[in-house]
């Protein structure tokens, strides 16, 4: 994002893939924690890309 590269690059699906992937094998499938982790990134996100 901070280089401007688009979305659509296979680098960058690739790596969202990758982060989905990481993502689902963290919560596993279960719904309130997906969205627990979402909802924690959304109200916390200064935070975090400090």
Known sequence: ??????PNDPKV???AQRWMELL???H???PGLRNS?????AENS?????
């Open 37 to 41: 982790l979402y909802r924690m990134q």
């Open 46 to 50: 200064t935070e975090i890309s400090q």
């Open 24 to 26: 689902e094998s963290f």
């Open 13 to 15: 699906q690739k790596l």
């Open 28 to 30: 596993g499938g279960d």
């Open 1 to 6: 994002m901070a280089t401007g590269t688009s």
